[in-house]
C-alpha cells in the first residue's frame, strides 16, 4: 500500500471511522459514500464506533508473507460490530482462544511497516473481551 | 492557578517472562537475581506493540475513564526512549488515534526515564498559564536491554498517560508542586543507531538515583515545608525492586507509603512508565484527601518531584478503566524462545 493511500486511510483504520446512512439505519466500514440499499436516497454521516462486537467466523494463519513473518501464527476473524457492520480483523490473542461467537474489543496496534527503512503502519485490531 | 490531574490511564501488555527464565539461559543464579534486584518477572511487548501503541492504549484509558472531550486537549507530550522512529513524533500518532488533532501543539521528549514527568510538567506550565485548556503528558516504553546483561532482567514495557488541567471542579488530583535537580552525569547512555544502552555499572547508583532522587525529593519537601510523615503515599523510579526502598529509606518514608505504587517487582522497568506507572497505582487506591508524593528520575541525569493531593472527584471516576493491579493480573507467561520472537530480532554484536 502507497504512504499516501494509508494517510487517506488513517482516520478511519486509527479511530474506527465508518459511515451510517440516516435513512435505512444501516452502518458500513470502512467510510462509504453512497448507501448499497438507499443508492441515491441514502444520506450518509461518518460514524465512529465503538468497538465492541462478536467473532462471526474466524481461521488461523501458519504461513505468510514476509512482511508478516513475526506475527505468525495469527487469527485472522470477521467481526460483527454491535452496530451491524462488518469487517475482517486480526484477533490479537493466542489463535487457539479464538472461537466463533466470543466477544471483541478494538486495540491499537502495528498493522505492518516497509520494511526496516519504511513508514510504519497502525491501526485497529481486535482483542478477546476477559471472561 | 491551581492545576492537577484530570484523568490517567495505564496500560501493560499480557505478556511476562519469569526471572528464572532468562537466568536459565544465560546460567545466572535466578535467586541471587531475584533477591538483588527485587524484580521477579516483567512485561514483554505482543509483536506488533511499540511505544506508539501503548501510548495511545494508555492515553485511550485516560480519555475513557471521565469520558473527556478530546478536541479540548491543547497540547500531547509523549515521552520514551524506545519512540518508534528517530525522526517523526509519537506524539502525532497519539493525538490522531485520540481525535484530539488538527487544533493543538506536540512534541515528543527525552530523558531516559524521566521523560514523561517532564512532559507533566511543561503540560502544567501550559494550563497553568492559560495557554491551553488542557494538556495530555504521556510516559511509555518498550525498554530492551542487551542480552546478558543485568537489564535484560528488568527492561520491560508499559505506560501511563495524564490528562492535565487547570479547572479546580475537574481535578481528581491537585498538583500541589513540583521541583527538579538536574545535572550532567553520565550513568547511562545510548549513541544513535546502537540498538542497546551502555551504562556505568555501579556507577548509576549512587551518583546517579540516589543523589538526584534524594536531591529533587528533599528540594521539593524544603520548598513546601512539607514532611514525609505528612503524605499517606510515595513514589520513586523504580528502576528495580530495591533502589526505591532505599530511596525511601533515605529520605524518611516508610515501606508502607511506598507500598501501592511498588509495581516493579511483577511488571520489571516500565522507563519513562515507571514513575507515572507508580503514581497510577497509587491513584488506584487514593482515597479523597490523600496526599502523595512522588519522585521520578532519568539517567543523564536528572528528578522531578511531585506533590499530590486527592479530591473528592476521583470517586466518581472509579471502575471505567482498568487499574494498575487489573492490568497486572492473568498474564501470559513466555518462555525464553517466544521472548526473543516477541522482541523481535535480537542483536548480539
Ligand atoms: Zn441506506
Redesign the pocket.
Known sequence: MTVPRFWREQQSRYNLVGSH??????YYYPIRNL????RR????EQYKFKGTGKIVTCTVTHTTSDEFNDLVPYALAIVELDEGAKLTTQIVDEPEKVAIGKRVHSVFRKLGSDGDSGIIYYGTKFELDKE | MTVGIVSYGAYIPRYRIKTEEIAKVWGGDAEILKNGLKVFEKSVPDVDEDAATIAVSAARNAVNRVGLDTQRIGAVYTGSESHPYAVKPTSTIVAEAVGASPDMTAADFEFACKAGSAAVQVCMGLVGSGMIDLGLAIGADVSQGAPNDALEYTAAAGGAAYVIGNKESELIAIIEDTYSFTTDTPDFWRRESQHYPSHGGRFTGDPGYFRHVTSGAKGLLKKMGTKPEDYDYAVFHQPNGKFPERAAQMLGFTKEQIKPGLVVPRLGNTYSGSCLMGIAATLDIAKPGDRIFATAYGSGAGSDAFSIRVTDKIEEFRGKVPTVEELLADPIYLDYGKYAHHKGKINFG
Do not use: Y
Not at chain 1, 448507501?35 to 438507499?38: F, G
Open positions: 446512512c440516516k435513512t435505512c439505519g444501516n448507501c448499497p440499499e438507499c436516497d441514502g444520506d450518509m
